[in-house]
């Protein structure tokens, strides 16, 4: 079945970026609509972005936009999640997490998100 | 963008009892609505989504209902190890894919 691991936790200081990383196994990540979700302390769960199929593009929410780039490398089954200019609101769990999409009759469907990553913490001081 | 809410904010239940947990969305997302419990120091995982359909795996007393705008997750006889946060999430308009702020149900 589908996994994915994501890379350590990782400690910066304001104003640095941050890359976390999410490696599927089981299953060919180009075939995978993957989706980066975050936790901060005290708080829920917030979209950060991800792949969208119709506009075959990743696409971002628009708090993160400027600083935020989500790439992947198929040749390692690896998808990356870059964050800049790194603050305190920024130090929080960072999950990835991979969205199923179904096309029937020229239209999309989703079903959640189904796999998630174990989780990186990420936080940032001084 | 979709705003979800969700009640009671924090849920006490005793084990063998009933727990009905709410969501609302701020505009109508059809049946685009999936279900998720994180418990400590864990990963969210997908309880419902189409409003409706048990995940794979999932115990039969979770289960889903409502659409449009107003959604219920019922826990039909709470088990010690559903003590966790409860999150629902729509995407049926989207980006943003938004989550609601969860509901804490915890053990009486």
């Known amino acids: 079945q589908v996994q994915l691991v994501q890379s350590g936790a990782e400690v910066e200081k304001p104003g640095a970026s941050v890359r976390v990383s999410c490696k599927v196994s089981?299953?060919?990540?180009?075939?995978?609509?993957m989706h980066w979700v975050r936790r901060a302390p005290g708080k829920g769960l917030e979209w950060m972005g991800g792949?969208?199929?119709?506009?075959?593009?990743?696409v971002y929410a628009r708090k993160f936009q400027g600083r935020v780039t989500m790439t992947s490398d198929t040749s390692t089954n690896t998808a990356y999640m870059d964050l800049s200019s790194l603050t305190s609101e920024d130090t929080a769990v960072y999950f990835c997490?991979?969205?199923?999409?179904?096309?029937?009759?020229?239209?999309?469907?989703?079903?959640?998100?189904?796999?998630w990553g174990q989780g990186t913490t990420v936080t940032v001081s001084s | 963008e979709i705003v979800m809410t969700q009640s009671p904010a924090t849920l006490s239940v005793s084990p063998g009892e009933r727990a009905t947990l709410s969501c609302r969305a701020s505009?109508?997302?059809?049946?685009?609505l999936a279900w998720y419990q994180q418990k400590p120091g864990q990963a969210p995982r997908l309880l419902i989504y189409?409003?409706?359909t048990r995940a794979t795996g999932i115990p039969a007393r979770f289960s889903g209902s409502g659409s449009g705008t107003e959604f219920t997750l019922t826990i039909s006889s709470l088990q010690s190890e559903d003590l966790a946060i409860y999150y629902c999430?729509?995407?049926?308009?989207?980006?943003?894919?938004?989550f609601g702020p969860g509901t804490k149900v915890d053990i009486k």
């Open positions: 999430q729509q995407y049926k308009h989207w980006p943003p894919i938004t």
């Open positions: 505009q109508s997302v059809s049946t685009d």
């Open positions: 792949f969208d199929p119709e506009e075959g593009k990743n």
């Open positions: 997490a991979s969205l199923p999409v179904r096309f029937i009759q020229g239209l999309v469907y989703y079903s959640g998100m189904d796999v």
């Open positions: 089981g299953y060919r990540l180009r075939e995978l609509f």
């Open positions: 189409d409003a409706s």
